[in-house]
């Protein structure tokens, strides 16, 4: 009767992210995203992990390497013009697709748009 020890697999638990801000759940376990693996196994898994020389390297070069969006301007600003472009967009798309008219008129109407109302920021963003 002195079968196996049952194995269960060790969750994910978010107090770990506060030790280990590079640890992020995954489906089916957890992930080192410094490393790009996979780590199996509980917290002691972890800690070995984060202590191996090739995690450690990994984890300096991520510090000292800037982040993309510092490079990229945010672009999701809510301006009115930007919103109003977008729905002068939709309406005209939706004007070519019900009266089946070719989408090449839409090159031409976008110049027009824009040299017909040159005192109007919405032309600017439109198309």
């Known amino acids: 009767m002195g079968g ?3 194995k269960y697999a060790a969750g994910f638990r978010e107090e770990w992210n506060e030790k280990f801000p590079w640890l992020k759940q995954i489906k089916g376990g957890k992930k080192c995203t410094v490393c790009d693996i996979p780590i199996a196994g509980g917290l002691s898994h972890i800690e070995r992990h ?12 991520a ?8 490079f990229v301007e945010n672009t999701t600003k809510h301006c009115p013009s930007t919103e ?36 109007s920021k919405l032309p600017k963003n439109f198309l």
């Open 4 to 6: 196996a020890k049952k």
């Open 50 to 61: 984060a202590s191996r020389e090739y995690h450690i390297k990994n984890f300096k070069v």
């Open 63 to 70: 510090q000292s390497t800037p982040k993309l969006d510092a």
């Open 84 to 119: 109003a472009a977008k729905k002068l967009e939709i309406m005209v798309c939706l004007f070519v697709a019900e009266h089946n008219l070719p989408f090449t008129i839409l090159d031409h109407l976008n110049q027009i748009i824009k040299n017909g109302i040159p005192d």
